[in-house]
């Protein structure tokens, strides 16, 4: 694993200090498109909207903070992500791409990943009209025009794009992941400005509340990463063959299943599932006002009650878990590769109980993450209603993104260090 003294060499090897400088200009342009706003805001209406409209916040995340500046790239990465979900479920319908992103390699997956850039920009159109309708509703951009809705609509999307680039600029530089390093560095930008309404709202009263807080978000933290860690190891053992003159096989290994293998795709699924009331009621209300008003009207009180809302989003989480990896995980292939190379699960008969034998473990696991999962998504709603402040709303999903990125991006840069060792050896 990474550590300090083995950090330091980054700075001493010329071409991954080239690499860390790349990331690190890219991040900073980042945050500067972060924070130019789209024309004709109402920044105290904007203010006053986003204190009240908890998903809404959630989305922020994901754009690292670009949505609640109102900025070009208020959308951030969310179209993105959303494009390879979208293609990612439709791996189920066409053999063709499935074949495409697990069979043909390297060549197939970049063509797949083309494929959603390409899904990127409608999808952004689509979600950029969305928003700038709800903010105008809102009296967040009063003087909104047709005209300068198209425009908007067209920076906002541009900016989409512009992320996507910078995202993959950063994943080329193999110092982590573009889109996850991207979404953190927006999430970490945020941490000042908590601490600071942390502390303008502390009073000597509140200590006790302000040390279990403290207490709490610790072990949050130490939760996330025994979770992102853990996994369930299936031995496997290999036939022995023999080929000529030599041997192969007979060795034994594992296959490993992480307990938080979904990430934080079922939460997205959820906030995209809570939010499309409200983009079909602005749709609905330019051609029916009343319709979309009793829509809108319907959503907002639903999700206003904290009680209501958090079971929904819980079980909302907890069920996307299992949808995903089960769009993800295919036993039946696994069985049939092991099979194929002379591999099967000690006490366990190749082919199709093999993989019944997975798929039972694998449902086991998702169980665990998905009510994990559950959790850290309604953890802000718990928080907020003990303390009775949003000065200290305990962000989960916002942990487990720092965490895991963290966690993630020390380990491909250890690998890089690793790499150059065996070189100069």
């Known amino acids: 694993m990474l550590n300090f003294k083995r950090g330091a060499k980054l700075f001493k090897l010329k071409d991954l200090r080239k690499r860390v400088i790349t990331v690190a200009v890219i991040l900073v342009a ?25 998903l809404l916040g959630f989305l922020n995340i994901f754009s690292g903070g670009a949505l609640s500046n109102l900025s070009i790239a208020m959308l951030g990465l969310g179209p993105y992500i959303t494009a390879i979900i979208i293609m990612q479920l439709l791996t189920m319908i066409f053999p063709k791409l499935k074949s495409l992103y697990y069979e043909e390699g390297e060549q197939g997956r970049s063509k797949f990943n083309r494929y959603s850039r390409y899904l990127t920009v409608p999808l952004a159109g689509m979600q950029g009209y969305g928003f700038l309708r709800i903010l105008a509703s809102q009296g967040i951009l009063p003087n909104l025009t047709l005209a300068s809705t198209l425009v908007n609509v067209l920076i906002i999307v541009a900016g989409s794009m512009i992320l996507v680039w910078f995202g993959e600029l950063i994943t080329e530089q193999k110092m982590g992941n573009g889109v996850s390093l991207l979404i953190f560095a927006g999430i970490v930008s945020g941490i000042p400005l908590s601490m600071r309404n942390a502390l303008l709202s502390y009073t000597t009263s509140q200590l006790p509340t302000f040390l279990a807080f403290i207490t709490v978000a610790l072990l949050v933290i130490v939760g996330i990463v025994l979770v992102h860690e853990g996994e369930r190891k299936v031995p496997i053992s290999y036939a022995k063959r023999v080929r000529g003159n030599k041997m192969y096989g007979g060795v034994s290994s594992y296959l490993p299943f992480r307990v938080g293998q979904a990430g934080v795709i079922p939460i997205i699924f959820a906030i995209s599932l809570l939010l499309f009331p409200q983009f079909f009621g602005q749709i609905i209300a330019g051609f029916s006002p009343g319709i979309g008003a009793t829509i809108n009207d319907f959503t907002t009180g639903l999700l206003n009650n904290q009680v209501v809302y958090g079971l929904i989003y819980f079980t909302l989480v907890f069920l996307f878990t299992y949808f995903y990896i089960g769009i993800t995980f295919d036993p039946d292939e696994i069985s049939k590769n092991l099979q194929r190379s002379g591999g099967f699960v000690p006490g366990i008969r190749p082919g199709q109980p093999t993989a019944d034998f997975l798929k039972s473990i694998v449902s086991k696991i998702t169980f665990f993450g998905g ?23 305990l962000g989960g999903t916002s942990i487990l993104i720092v965490v895991a990125v963290v966690i993630e991006t020390a380990k491909q840069i250890d690998a890089e260090l690793t790499v150059r060792e065996y070189e100069g050896v």
Do not use: C, H, K, W
Request: hydrophobic fraction near 50%; avoid cysteine; charged fraction near 5%.
């Open 371 to 393: 009510l994990f999962l559950g959790f850290i998504a309604v953890l802000p709603t718990i928080t907020q209603s003990v303390t009775g402040t949003q000065a200290l709303t």
């Open 30 to 54: 980042f945050r500067i498109l972060a924070n130019i706003p789209i024309p004709g805001v109402d920044s105290e209406a904007l203010i006053s909207f986003f204190s009240s409209n908890q």
